[in-house]
């Protein structure tokens, strides 16, 4: 059984994207793990990673998320584990989990240092249980060369495989390469794939929105599938609103108070695939019954407009495991950007 350790100088930088394309582009046997959970859910009174339960469910790993992950918390985990202890636990876990397995793939924490305290950092993780090391990188061009180079002269690499990098969401690949490639390998660090950033990778459903706003949906349910690509918030008149010219982008989320119903009917009657209902007010009954007849799903949440549209902006637009176009988009990015064999051997 091979092992590789996908790691992350930063949060977001997409691991779980391109151990999933990595996976899928070969279809082999695979097995994964992430030690330290970093992205908790709680499904069936059980709190499971959701990188973990993601990974289950699209590489039809036959494993329990539950198992996948040591732990969520710092304080439980350190007072469970002293390191001698942590370092033969991880281990053992890689062992049965890669048991009949072609490759195990174990991810990361959300950056490097993540989990340091408590012996479960990427590093560590890593010198556990041997194998190669890649490390994702993601950001602007200034950000990731400064991650870089902060690796090449600060971080400690002896006795690690370290395969290389793994550059994601790169804007301009031409001018990337043209510009930072020559002083990355200068450095003796090995690119092992620059991504390109695409932006329907930053799309999310509507059923993902409804669960990260633990909204209740009170109309349109046929609709939970819908694609945003683009968002309103539904603040000033309506009038103003209709000569906004991002009011009428296709595929737009409106987010709005539950009492506007000229600004809802306005919004029904033009390219929408969903309406947040702010400040748990709900909208007249022939309003519900003209978006359920348009399958434009109505999510209500308890909180106003402004920080519905804080919580969204921030929010990551994570894959989900039923969205079987995203995951063939991102195997057939990571096969054509990333030197899979390479990596896989």
Known sequence: MKTITIASAREGAGKTSIIVGLATSLGKAYGYMKPFGDRLIYRRKRNWDYDANLMVNILGIDEDPETISLGFNHSKLKYVYDEARMKDTVVSMAANIGKGKDLLFVEG???????ASVH???LS????????LIIVYSGDN???LDDITHLHSYTNLKGADFAGIIINNVHD????????????TDMGIPILGIIPFREQLTYFSINFLSEKLFAKVIAGEKGLNNIVKNIF???MSTGESLRNPLFNKENKLLITSGDRSDMILAAL???TVGI??????????NIIARATEKNVPLLLVSTDTFQVSKQIDRMEALLTPDNEERIKFIAQLVTKYVRVESIIG
């Not at 993780?125 to 190669?132: E, I, L, M, N, S």
């Open 109 to 115: 924490g959300r950056d490097l240092t993540y989990g």
């Open 120 to 122: 479960l950092d990427s």
């Open 269 to 271: 009657d033009s390219d």
């Open 276 to 285: 947040v209902l702010t400040n748990n007010l709900l909208p007249p009954s």
């Open 173 to 184: 690949v031409d001018d990337f390469e043209n510009t930072h490639t020559k002083v990355i």
């Open 233 to 235: 918030v539904g603040a």
């Open 142 to 144: 200034d950000q990731v």
């Open 125 to 132: 993780v890593h010198q556990y249980v041997g194998g190669k």
